[in-house]
């Protein structure tokens, strides 16, 4: 198994404490070279070390993790957020596929983070990604028009509207699009209708998620609705009657 | 027809007028009816007397012949413009209306009176009065006022344009007019009531009779209809100021329970300010960490302190006003697990400067810890070295103060580290807080108050913050 380095900021030491005895007990193969108090410090260690990702906390005085990578420039290390609690930035992680943390920390969800970077194509998309995450922030009540998924093969960005539907496959989705593409993300369903929702989204059924405006044509009796580039995507009866009640206010 | 067959029918015409304003006055109530039943009673007498020998009944050059000779020629006659001016007052409303035409007619009422009851008594006890030159004079005197008073009067109202007046001007002008050709044809002597109706002069007098209690009923129905409306109009109005009334009640009713609303609402958020879920979920972490270290007694006390501010604040935040004591033992609490999670590495002093007892005094809960957090995390955490944390308690007979004193970097320069998304999160409990003060204030007349000082060294460095808060004892 491929060693992974890292390093932990966080301004408070109990926080910086745990990280770092939770990676040594669960994730083995996580090298961590470093821990900062601050973002001066952070950064300091991040030009020293060149790990390959960064555990950071967003809530510090002074300077914020958000403010630390602006203050940067150029981020060539994946970052995994660390945060208590913060709507907004988790919407924001979601739709620029940054890997985020909530405190107090879950194992499991440390062990499946870590497993995504050690899959993950080296700083993938970094900078675009970057900057539609502080889009993101900046504007909470703006929708974005793009999502970034990361795929078994790299990271992607998509133009929303451009997706058709999403087909969960276990834990992974499978994105199908207008051009006729299609990716595997290796975040589940359930992350992406939580942001897909407010962007006309409908998950139809428990593996479907579908985009309204490409419905195509609803076949009633069968329980499937026909999608613009031709697939079928199911419609549960437990759904069938809030999905009419959508396409009416359509 | 002859003067003499025309009689009874005009007689009989004005005696059902009589009673026909009678019973309209019985159902009505409206004293017009009454004023004007008297006026045309005034006028059948006068016309019984004056065409019937009375003299047969009541014997011949007797006082009492005399009386009944006097009253039938003066005091019918009088009497009815007495009751015209009364009738005139009830129908026209003068006193409101026309109230200078009222003056007069009432002056001239007096002098009516004083006329006839002068006359009586010269009549029975003094002087020969019928034909003597001298009470032709005065008579005709009289007759002259009446009809000046009159024309007077008629002139106002009908300049007055109303509708009802119109009535009344237009009866009393034809009486007028048929009266003078009366009188006019009375120079040329036919009286002989025997000849062709339309020849005798008095036939003219008759006719403007009946003419005027036309009109005048006319305008009586008039009246009365416009009345009616009126009082359909007014009941319109009743009708409509009370459902105004009613919805006006709703409204307040509605904006009460919109404050009680605004008031559980705030109430939910200031839980929420208190919970701040960074801080809940920090103070988790906190714990966790001490877990994961082998710190068994440190997770212990935490989580022991931790469970007990939130259980604190669970209790406190359904209820308006919690005792002082409870108030400072959540303080505590949660400025313990504040300085845990930091690592002591900030010190605080809760003084408590009150003769009141602590557990007597009422306030709202959870308003002081919000100003804590601000302290910690604006003044202090962005600061090096010694951290200080004062809160002090202090009261006068209706307030209670509570000073926040942090010894942290001011606020000028915390504002400098604020990033848009930053303050987004942090200043929201101050601005629930601000909220909820402005609740109380608008919910009791006493003011609650926060301000915030700035302080200052002698060279004008910032030494750190201190909010005042006053708040208004219950």
Known sequence: METLTALIIDDELKGRNLLNELVKRYCPEVRVLDLAASATEGIAAIRQHKPDFVFLDINMPEINGFQMLEMLGEVAFEIVFVTAYNEFAVKAYKYSAFDYLLKPVDPDELRATIGRLQSKKRSNNLQERFSLLMRTLEEPKKLPSKITISASDGIMVLNIPEIVYLEADGPYTTFFLQSGEKFVSSHNLKEYEDILAEQGFFRSHHSFLINLDHIKKYLKSDGYVLMSNGHQAEVSKRKKEEFLKKLEQF | ?474
């Open chain 2, 1 to 474: 027809m002859t003067y003499t067959e025309m009689l009874p029918y005009f007689m009989g015409m004005m005696s059902m007028m009589m009673l026909y304003m009678a019973l309209q006055y019985m159902f009505l109530r409206d004293k017009a009816y009454l004023y004007y039943k008297f006026y045309i009673a005034c006028w059948i007498l006068f016309f019984f007397f004056r065409e019937t020998d009375f003299y047969n009944w009541v014997g011949d050059d007797t006082r009492l012949s005399w009386f009944v000779f006097v009253f039938h020629r003066i005091g019918f006659p009088m009497l009815s413009y007495v009751f015209y001016f009364w009738f005139g007052k009830s129908f026209l409303d003068l006193p409101r209306t026309f109230p200078h035409i009222w003056r007069i007619f009432r002056i001239a009422q007096i002098v009516i009176l004083t006329y006839i009851g002068f006359i009586i008594i010269i009549a029975l006890w003094f002087a020969e009065v019928d034909r003597t030159p001298w009470y032709e004079t005065l008579h005709t005197l009289m007759r002259v006022l009446t009809a000046v008073v009159s024309i007077y009067g008629i002139r106002k109202v009908y300049q007055g344009g109303e509708m009802v007046g119109k009535y009344f001007v237009t009866g009393s002008l034809l009486l007028l007019i048929f009266g003078m050709l009366a009188m006019l044809l009375t120079f040329f002597g036919n009286t002989d009531s025997d000849d062709v109706a339309w020849k005798i002069p008095l036939f003219y007098m008759h006719v403007g009779v009946v003419l005027e209690i036309l009109c005048f009923s006319l305008g009586l129905s008039y009246k009365n209809k416009l009345t009616e409306v009126q009082k359909f109009s007014m009941e319109q109005a009743l009708l409509s100021e009370r459902e105004q009334r009613e919805i006006e009640q709703l409204k307040i009713a509605l904006e009460k329970q919109e404050l009680n609303r605004q008031m559980t609402n705030l109430r939910m958020r200031a839980l929420r300010s208190q919970m701040n879920p960074h801080f809940l979920f920090n103070s988790l972490n906190a714990i966790q960490e001490c877990i994961i270290t082998n710190q068994t007694d440190a997770a212990v006390m935490y989580l022991a302190k931790f469970s007990r501010l939130v259980r604190l604040i669970l209790e406190n935040s359904d209820k308006p006003t919690i005792p002082l004591s409870k108030e400072i033992d959540t303080l505590r609490l949660y400025l313990d697990v504040e300085a845990l999670r930091f690592a002591h590495s900030f010190h605080y002093d809760l003084t408590i400067n009150t003769q009141l007892d602590p557990s007597l005094i009422n306030i709202p809960p959870m308003l002081v810890q919000p100003y804590a957090e601000n302290a910690i995390w604006h003044g202090l955490l962005n600061k090096k070295g010694e951290r200080q944390l004062n809160i002090t308690f202090s009261s006068d007979e209706d307030s209670l103060y509570v000073s926040i004193e942090d010894n942290g970097i001011g606020r000028k320069k915390s504002a400098e580290f604020e990033s848009p998304a930053k303050k987004n999160k942090t200043s929201m409990g101050m601005k629930l807080t601000n909220e909820r003060l402005n609740i109380i204030n608008e919910l009791s007349e006493d003011q609650a108050l926060a301000e915030v000082e700035d302080l200052i060294d002698s060279s004008g460095t910032p030494m750190g913050t201190r909010v005042n808060l006053t708040l208004p004892l219950l």
